[in-house]
Every structure is written in C-alpha cells, then in structure tokens.
C-alpha cells in the first residue's frame, strides 16, 4: 500500500485509466472533471464519438486487468475502403499478417467502462463539474470552482498529475513558473473537422462494417468508423479556405448538398440528414500540442495536456494510454519514488510524443491525397507482399506505428520514412521490376533502407 495522495486533474481517457492504475498500486486517489460524469449525461456534440482503438492502447489496457471487457466495445477494422468519385470501392488492408487489425471503439463506451472500474475501489474520490482554476506546481495544491454550485474549495495532495487534455489548466500553471523556462508550441493544420453520420438500415450498417472508409479527394476528405449500433461516423476533413469548398463558404444547405453530391456520392445516398447535421454540429479546429518540461517539483503532465496531436494516425488515444503504462514501468524501476518517476517520464517519453505527432502529420497527408495514387497503391501492394512473406524481416511504418508496441513511436517514424523514400524511389526509377522474386526485392529495399539511415546517397 503506497501511503501517498494524488490528484489527477481530468477524467477523461488518460485521466481515468492512470487513476485506475494508481489506485491498483494502493495510492489514494482525488480525481477531479471538469465536465458532468459522461454516464449521466449526453457530452458527446464536438468531440469524436469513436476512436481507433490499436495495440499501443491496448498495452495500456492489459495493465489494468481489462482486456477482455474492453473488446466487447471493439469494432475489428481490417483496413482502408477506400472510395473514389465513382463511387468505386478497394479495400486496402492494414497489414500483410493475418490477426493485425485495428477497432472501432466508443469514447464514451470506454470511458464509462473505466470510470465503472474507478469506482471500484475505496481509495479513490471521483468529482465531477469542477473546473480546476488555479495550480499550485511546487506544493500540489490546486484550486477548484464547483459548476453547479459557485462553491469554491481546494483539494492538497502530495503530488498532481494534469490528464485535463489540449487546453490543460495544469499546463498552463506549469508555463507560468519563470523558474521553469517553460517551451510551448501550438500548431494549427488549415483545415478543420465537422461530424456526421451514416445511420443504420434495419439494424445493421449500411456499408461494410469490418473498415475504416475513406474518401480521399486530394486537398480534402471524409473518414468513416463503424459503432456497435450499426451506424458510422462519419468526419469531413476540409480546409477553411481555398478550392471550391471550404468552411467559409459551406454556408447554406444547397451548396453542401452540392458539395457531396460532387465529391462524396455514394456517401451523400447514406446521409438523408446531412444537412441538419452539418449546420447543427460544430466545426472543429485541428492542432498540435509539444510542450516541455513536462513536470516540475510535484506536478506532471501526461497525455493530450503534454502532447495533443492531430487524428491521422489514429494514435491520440493509443498514446496517452501507452503513457500510463511506461509510467508504471518507470513508477516500477525506481521503486515507487514518485519524483524520480515524473523527472524520468518527462525526459524519455518525450522523443517518442513528438514522432507521433511528426507521424500524424505525415498520415494526414497521405491520407487525402496519396492513398489513391498509383505510385502509392503500388507501394502498399509490395510491403503487404512483404509482410505475409517474411514477416520476421519487414513491417511497414504504418506496421512499425500500429502493431509493433515495443518500438517507440520515434524509433518507427525514423525507420518508416526512410522505408517509404526508399521503396518509392525505386518504385518510380524501375529498379524493382517485375522478374525479380519478392525476396529479391526484399534485400534491395533492405539494403538501400540501412544505407538512407547511415545518410548514404541512394546508387542503385
């Protein structure tokens, strides 16, 4: 039993796993949320409704003993759909191995489930609609204002720990302190994103339901995940400006009707109310989120309030999970000395935050224009070769990223690049033609790989 007091300042995702995870371990818990409790209350208008749950997140799960309760929310996806303005369909699959698949799952599903095994337990005080308003970083002390009541109060712990998301308070109190030298950078993409839906038809989802779609359309697109009730949400990725459409000037139902009768049609036949929603759901902006030091004296920060990343790699939540889990394997290596595990959380998590949201960046890219190129489709068809061949010797980036947990995230960005430049290279050169064996193949993509990273001229 550790016989310290922590708070947590959000009870969200991150927030509710790592208390469930600390309460494990005996400390006594204070978790405080901003919002109402999600399982009383409809909070869901403005924030994703589901969530690419993957292996990195699912290390974060086994941790606390919930694996099994955690798939009945789960959707398999087996890969991309990809659509095309003629409404043609190809399913590109996420890996040449067989069992390695992606899921849909509900945010407010897991959210609850968590928050349920929360409650469980005698040494944790959960607090809903109280809005952290000021921090204290050196004596754990942080000040709150409860929403329903105007009633302010306080709550001492001996440590904090701020899981309170993008636009954390706790973040904020730490780039207040002078002392600190605090380094802050928020990046915004040009283009936002709004929710929709495709709803179910007699109970079951009107489009194959194993898949994440996408309608990939060069500058802009729209994405599709399936939920247990046999709908799917649907999200628009659009610039706000430039082109024909854009945010600004999707003003009015006839010319969004106009819009996705152009570039999404098979979708529009599926969404007899886009036009409520549209005008109904807010438009989202898209950011990035790199801060550092991410703790000081008694506090921490961990997920989206120290590394909030775009949703293009699908990692968001995989990320602030698998936080929690190399924090309890530091928590475990320096024998539960919270100091030492927050100043060695912050210095070794770092990297690997910041080549998630490299990758994100990277994934958004080759998702609205690249995944229906030829070159691309070429690419992809070769690594998937690759990895049902010789699964020992070759995963993707996306591979590296997604079913690989035990490479960190900036170690898969540096391999995976250098893979992508290099196949496409030799790809669009020829130097891979067709009366060469697939292990052949292999050894020259391999060879002129290790020669990139050691920043060798590519010679073929």
């Known amino acids: 039993m550790q016989d310290k007091h922590l708070l947590i300042v959000g009870a969200g995702l991150c927030g509710s796993l790592l208390a469930l995870k600390l309460a494990q371990h005996g400390y006594k818990i204070t978790l405080v949320e901003k919002r109402p409790d999600l399982r009383n209350a409809d909070i869901s208008a403005g924030r994703s409704i589901n969530l690419a749950f993957s292996d990195r997140g699912l290390k974060g799960i086994k941790r606390v003993g919930l694996e099994d309760k955690v798939k009945v929310l789960c959707i398999p996806m087996n890969g991309r759909m990809l659509h095309d303005k003629n409404s043609n369909t190809k399913l590109s699959p996420y890996s040449g191995q067989d069992g390695n698949y992606i899921n849909s799952i509900s945010r407010s599903g897991l959210n609850a489930l968590l928050l349920d095994e929360v409650e469980k337990h005698d040494n944790v005080h959960l607090i809903f609609q109280a809005a952290c308003q000021n921090v204290d970083v050196e004596s754990a002390k942080a000040e709150f204002i409860n929403e329903k009541t105007d009633v302010n109060f306080h709550v001492q712990a001996d440590y904090i720990i701020g899981t309170d998301g993008a636009g954390s308070v706790v ?45 990939p359309r060069g500058e802009n697109m729209l994405i599709a995940l ?14 706000y400006e430039g082109g024909d459409y854009n945010f600004n000037n999707l003003t009015n139902p006839k010319i969004v009707e106009e819009y996705f009768k152009k570039d999404y049609p098979d979708a529009h036949a599926l969404m007899p109310h886009l036009k409520e929603e549209f005008f109904d759901n807010p438009t989202a902006a898209l950011g990035t989120v790199r801060c550092s030091p991410w703790t000081y004296k008694k506090t921490l920060i961990m997920g989206d309030a120290a590394h909030a990343i775009v ?17 309890d394997d530091i928590l475990n290596e320096v024998d539960f000395d919270l100091d030492k595990a927050f100043s060695e959380f912050s210095q070794t998590r770092k990297q690997d935050a910041d ?24 690419k992809r068809q070769l690594e998937l070769a690759f990895e049902k061949e010789f699964p020992d010797d070759y995963a993707s980036k996306y591979s590296l990223v997604t ?29 891979l033609p067709e009366h060469l064996s697939l292990k052949e193949k292999l050894e020259i993509v391999k060879t002129h790989t290790n020669r990139y990273l050691e920043d060798e001229v590519i010679n073929v």
Do not use: C
């Open 226 to 239: 399936p939920n247990l009730d046999g709908s799917f949400t649907v999200t628009l990725f659009l610039a």
């Open 403 to 431: 079913f690989n947990e035990d490479i960190g995230y900036h170690d898969a960005k540096v391999r995976g690049r250098a893979q992508d430049k290099v196949i496409l290279y030799l790809l669009k050169e020829g130097h």
């Open 355 to 378: 080549g998630i949201a490299d990758l994100a960046l990277d994934n958004f890219h080759e998702m609205k224009a690249h995944t229906a190129q030829e070159l691309f489709l070429q």
């Open 311 to 327: 949703p293009f790699y699908g990692q968001g939540m995989n990320a602030s999970f698998e936080d929690v889990a190399v924090f």
């Open 171 to 215: 973040r904020q109190a730490l780039m207040k302190n002078r002392e600190l030298r605090f380094s802050f950078s928020q990046n915004f993409l040009t283009h936002g994103y709004k929710e929709l839906s495709i709803l179910p038809k007699n109970g079951e989802h009107q489009i194959y339901k194993n898949a994440l779609h996408i309608w």
